[in-house]
Structures are given as C-alpha cells and as structure tokens.
C-alpha cells in the first residue's frame, strides 16, 4: 500500500536560516506525484511545490525546493531563507493513481514548523 | 470562482442532528474530493467526484455519510444523526482533471463541532 513517512514532528529554526523538512514514501507504481502542502493556524492548504516521478530535476518554487531522491524514495521540502510567516504545518503528500480513487492524495503527518525571530 | 469555498466555515450541531456541509469547487474543474482532518491526525479521505459522478463510495467512514454533486460544481457532503467522533475540520480540494498534474486546491474547510 501507498504511504506517506514524516518523522519530524516539530521542528525549529532561526528566521533567515534554511531549514529540510523530511518526507518518505513507499509505492509500487513507477508514475505518481509528490506534493508540499503548507497548513497555517487558519486551516487552510496552500499548494507550495509538485515533483513529477519522471521529472529528472529537483522542483523549486521561490523559496521552496524538494530534493527528490527516487532510489531513497525520499521527496524533501527544502524551505531557505525562512521567515516568520513560515510557521505552520507542513504535509508531505502523494498522488494515487487515477484509477484509484481518483488520483486521491495520501498525506504524512505533518510537521510542524516554528520560526524563531 | 478565483478558489475552492466551503461554507459554513464552522458548524456547532448536537448529537444526533444531521449536518450539510458545502463545497463550491473552482469553475471548470471536473474533479472534486473531500478530506477530514480529525485533530492531530493528518488527512483522511472521503470521496471524489469526477463530474457529478461518485464511482467509489468506500472511503465513507459510515452509511451515515452521503455526498453528491450537482450540475458538475457544487458538492455537499452530509452527516445524518451526527456522533461526536464526527468532529473533525472536513476539506474539500477542486482539480481540472483526475491526473492532478496541475495540483489540487483546498477550500478553508468547515470545522465541525458536535457536542
């Protein structure tokens, strides 16, 4: 079965540091899709970066970048600069196969991220 | 619409009462799916819709729980005779298509509370 790992249940760092959010997945399908997802205390998720499983280089949006390592089955969230507007939960999430409940996301945990000034 | 809309944003309702809860998904996107997040738990799916079709109804969590969708928009997801492990923030996510290539947006959610 399809699923999402993120070990990190909180994490700190200094505002202006980087900072890796940590993301495993298991799968046996050969084409699915990697998803960040930022969750603020108002509740709602924000899309933040996609990674294609035959894209060949490592997404990035802004700030954002995902260090995706197919062999290690690991898709991390690289945040740099980090600001206070940063903390908030973080969802690792992959794409089922359409057939499958209509291309549902399977989601992590989460972790969740504290920025110190 | 510019995003996905849920209303109400939050829904205080007693044991036993039977609660709607809307999604208004962004216009155009044929693909529509509803999420629960129960608090400190990540998010478990519901339901999709491809078009104003369900084809599978097993991530339902009871025959309590019953969602259509109309006219290839709106969906509303309800819960008939409420309990309060019910409680939960329940997400609905629009998509232009089932490959989500393009990403899935989420609405605000509609925090339900049953007391």
């Known amino acids: 079965a399809q699923k999402i790992t993120q070990t990190q249940p909180g994490m700190f760092v200094q505002e202006k540091e980087a900072v890796t959010l940590d993301c495993t997945y298991d799968?046996?399908?050969?084409?699915?899709?990697l998803f960040w997802y930022k969750q603020p205390s108002s509740g709602e998720m924000i899309f933040l970066i996609y990674?294609?499983?035959?894209?060949?280089q490592n997404a990035t949006e802004g700030r954002y970048s995902l260090n995706f390592q197919k062999a290690r089955k690991s898709a991390n969230l690289v945040i740099s600069a980090s600001q206070l507007g940063d903390s908030a939960m973080y969802f690792c999430?992959?794409?089922?196969?359409?057939?499958?409940?209509?291309?549902?996301?399977?989601f992590g945990q989460g972790t969740e991220l504290s920025v110190k000034p | 619409g510019a995003g996905v809309s849920q209303s109400p944003s939050n829904k205080v309702t007693e044991k036993g009462k039977d609660v709607e809860l809307r999604c208004d998904p962004i216009?155009?996107?044929?693909?529509l799916y509803w999420y629960r997040q129960s608090l400190g738990q990540g998010l478990e799916f519901l339901i999709y819709?491809?078009?104003?079709?369900?084809?599978?109804k097993s991530g339902l969590p009871s025959d309590r729980f019953s969602a259509e969708r109309t006219g290839g928009s709106v969906s509303t997801l309800t819960i008939q005779r409420t309990q309060q492990e019910d409680s939960a923030v329940y997400l609905c996510?629009?998509?232009?298509?089932?490959?989500?290539?393009?990403?899935?947006?989420f609405g605000s959610g509609t925090r339900l509370t049953v007391v």
């Open positions: 799968t046996s399908d050969q084409s699915y899709g």
């Open positions: 216009s155009g996107h044929t693909a």
């Open positions: 996510a629009s998509s232009p298509d089932l490959r989500g290539s393009y990403g899935y947006t």
């Open positions: 819709f491809q078009g104003n079709s369900a084809p599978d």
């Open positions: 990674q294609g499983s035959y894209d060949e």
């Open positions: 999430a992959m794409r089922e196969p359409f057939y499958n409940q209509g291309g549902k996301l399977i």
